[in-house]
């Protein structure tokens, strides 16, 4: 598998939920950023700058998941699994986690059970929760459609929390989360 050299380009962009952030190496999108609670794009670009991303103009790649991302927040779906990423670094486990999570489409979901056990690890759901934790890609590798085991909604590290989980997933029009199974 190619290896990126490091160098991470960026920019910053309006959607119908606020401003995101998206981030891409020669290879494919490296990082993606969901709006954080306050709309401030200083708080953004200053994560740019921790994180070492140069903002500049979005290439024909960029441009295409852009208008994609703002398509799909205003209720026209995209699976997204056209994207290349550029997973360089991220674990064999990690990767093999996003992969089984990019195949859920949109308005459906997997429990963290499901996820483990078609990645590999049958009894790994605690790991595949570890895997979702350190997502970079959220929304293009769809960690809020990955549920407990009961359906409810727990645990969701992207800007906002669980709310922003909620907000997605009623945006794809998910039916049936947040709501305990009875049996």
């Known amino acids: 598998m190619a290896e ?43 994560r740019f700058t921790r994180a070492r ?30 994207i290349p990423l550029d997973h360089t670094g991220v674990p064999e486990f990690h990767r093999e986690v996003y992969r089984v999570t990019r195949a859920i489409d949109p308005g459906r979901t997997l429990g963290y059970g499901q996820v483990a056990a078609r990645a590999g690890r049958p009894h790994g759901a605690q790991a595949v929760g ?6 970079p890609i959220p929304l293009i590798v769809p960690c809020h459609r990955v549920l407990a085991a009961d359906h409810a909604l727990h645990g969701f590290s992207a800007p906002g929390g669980l709310a922003t989980k909620q907000r997605l997933l009623e945006i794809e029009q998910t039916p049936g989360f947040g709501e305990p199974m009875l049996f």
């Open 4 to 46: 990126s050299d490091g160098a991470h380009a960026a920019v910053l962009f309006d959607t119908p939920i606020g401003v995101c952030a998206l981030a891409w190496t020669e290879l494919g999108i490296v990082r993606f950023r969901l709006p954080e609670s306050t709309p401030d794009e200083a708080t953004m670009r200053a």
């Open 53 to 82: 991303l140069h903002e500049t103009e979005p290439g024909e790649l960029a441009r295409e998941v852009i208008a994609a991302v703002r398509r799909h927040l205003s209720g026209r779906f995209d699976d997204f699994r056209w």
């Open 130 to 135: 570890q895997a979702m934790g350190r997502n």
